[in-house]
T-cell receptor, first 114, second 112 residues
Framework: AQSVSQHNHHVILSEAASLELGCNYS??????LFWYVQYPGQHLQLLLK??????LVKGIKGFEAEFIKSKFSFNLRKPSVQWSDTAEYFC????????????FGTGTSLTVIP | KAGVTQTPRYLIKTRGQQVTLSCSPI?????VSWYQQTPGQGLQFLFEYFSETQRNKGNFPGRFSGRQFSNSRSEMNVSTLELGDSALYLCASRAGEAYEQYFGPGTRLTVT
């Protein structure tokens, strides 16, 4: 079965700092990769996704992620965070080799200090 | 299009009772998945239904069951509730296998 690791459990940044959240998955082959965000009191929403093509994908609100197949990674980045980015971030992986089931990481809680 | 809807939004039950949660997917989506979300555990996958058939199942005891109807609406049932079942239960739908999931607001279940 697939497993997804998010090594940063809690991240605290000041506004304007750069962000990078790690995501690694265990099972190779064809994968579809996602980052979801859960703002306080809101439901999970899709931040960005990768299915194929350019490994650098851009999402909403200035976020981007890079798929590095050799490292089984899909790290999330943002050059300058804002207070409104305070949220929980989840990485997810799916693919035909694992029954197309979604596998989620345990999440990273980001707090941005104004 | 309307998003994924879940009812009820909040529920308080006592140990030993059973509960049924409902999920209506986005129109046209045939896949519905259920997750349990607890602090520190992230999203734990319960099961996925596609066209009324359970396609995938997570590692939860048999007290957790689900079903999907012909209109793609889904229900999840938990019998003999335990304190540890207190959680946010999320439903997500997608159009097919190679698509992203869209989440509902969740049902907050508290077991006392």
């Amino acid at each position: 079965a697939q497993s997804v690791s998010q090594h940063n459990h809690h991240v605290i940044l000041s506004e304007a700092a750069s962000l990078e959240l790690g995501c690694n998955y265990s099972y190779g082959g064809t994968v579809n990769l996602f980052w979801y965000v859960q703002y306080p009191g809101q439901h999970l929403q899709l931040l960005l996704k990768y299915f194929s093509g350019d490994p650098l994908v851009k999402g909403i609100k200035g976020f981007e992620a890079e798929f590095i197949k050799s490292k089984f990674s899909f790290n999330l980045r943002k050059p300058s965070v804002q207070w409104s980015d305070t949220a929980e971030y989840f990485c997810a992986v799916t693919g035909p080799n694992t029954g197309n089931q979604f596998y989620f990481g345990t999440g990273t809680s980001l707090t941005v200090i104004p | 299009k309307a998003g994924v809807t879940q009812t009820p939004r909040y529920l308080i039950k006592t140990r030993g009772q059973q509960v049924t949660l409902s999920c209506s997917p986005i129109s046209g989506h045939r896949s519905v998945s259920w997750y349990q979300q607890t602090p520190g555990q992230g999203l734990q996958f319960l099961f996925e239904y596609f066209s009324e058939t359970q396609r995938n199942k997570g590692n939860f005891p048999g007290r957790f069951s689900g079903r999907q109807f012909s209109n793609s609406r889904s229900e999840m049932n938990v019998s003999t509730l335990e304190l540890g079942d207190s959680a946010l239960y999320l439903c997500a739908s997608r159009a097919g296998e190679a698509y992203e999931q869209y989440f509902g607001p969740g049902t907050r279940l508290t077991v006392t």
